[in-house]
């Protein structure tokens, strides 16, 4: 578990994601196709039982990260959390709309090929635990997004490795219910 600062939450499409001029030097910048999950109340110490009744609704989310950085030291932050890290939208879908989560599917595609597709039951932790274990140590004020975790697929795991550069477009679809964020590369 690691925290971003607010700084590291982008725009979707047309708004370009900026990949920073740390991991332009090493090509190490990488996708991870999240849900996020949106708090509408301040939680702390809910149980798992209760941890539905805090979430507003979800969105789509991409955790950019620059993995050279993110290998280097034991903090995620500086590798997770540069500006515009974190890319989140179009929309926020209410949890009224959302009926199961564990029966959404997530797709990763770079350049229109599918790089992650899972579905939402194969998380290591379900919603409710999350939420439940973070509001155990730290008060989660109403707006706290919370980002799920993300698929197999991502790009310093496959061979070749896959890396996000300048002109590339990745979308994040979470079907149904949720949509797809699109993001479209520049360089810092």
């Known amino acids: 578990m ?3 600062p607010s700084t590291a939450l982008g725009d979707p499409w047309p708004t370009p994601t900026l990949l920073p ?11 991870e196709s999240e849900l996020a999950v949106v ?10 039982a209760e941890a539905m009744d ?10 950019v990260s620059s993995r ?5 030291q034991s903090q995620w932050n500086f590798s997770k959390g540069f500006d515009g890290a974190c890319p989140i939208g ?8 959302v009926p199961d989560t564990t029966k959404l ?35 989660l004020p109403a707006g706290t997004i919370i980002i799920t975790g993300t698929p197999a697929g991502v790009g310093m795991g496959r061979t070749p490795k ?21 993001n479209v590369f520049e360089n810092e």
């Open 39 to 48: 708090l509408g109340r301040t939680a702390k110490n809910v149980s798992e």
């Open 105 to 139: 599917k997530i797709r990763g595609l770079k350049n229109g090929k599918v790089m992650q597709e899972s579905e939402l039951d194969d998380l290591i932790f379900g919603i409710p635990q999350l939420i439940a274990f973070l509001s155990q140590s730290t008060t």
């Open 21 to 31: 001029k740390i991991s332009q030097k090493d090509g190490s910048s990488d996708y």
């Open 162 to 182: 896959e890396r996000l550069e300048a002109g590339d477009e990745f979308r994040v679809e979470i079907l149904p219910h949720i949509g797809t964020l699109v």
């Open 54 to 63: 805090y979430v507003l609704g979800y969105s789509a989310c991409n955790d």
């Open 90 to 97: 179009p929309t926020l879908v209410s949890k009224d709309l």
């Open 2 to 4: 690691f925290m971003k």
């Open 68 to 72: 050279d950085s993110q290998l280097a």
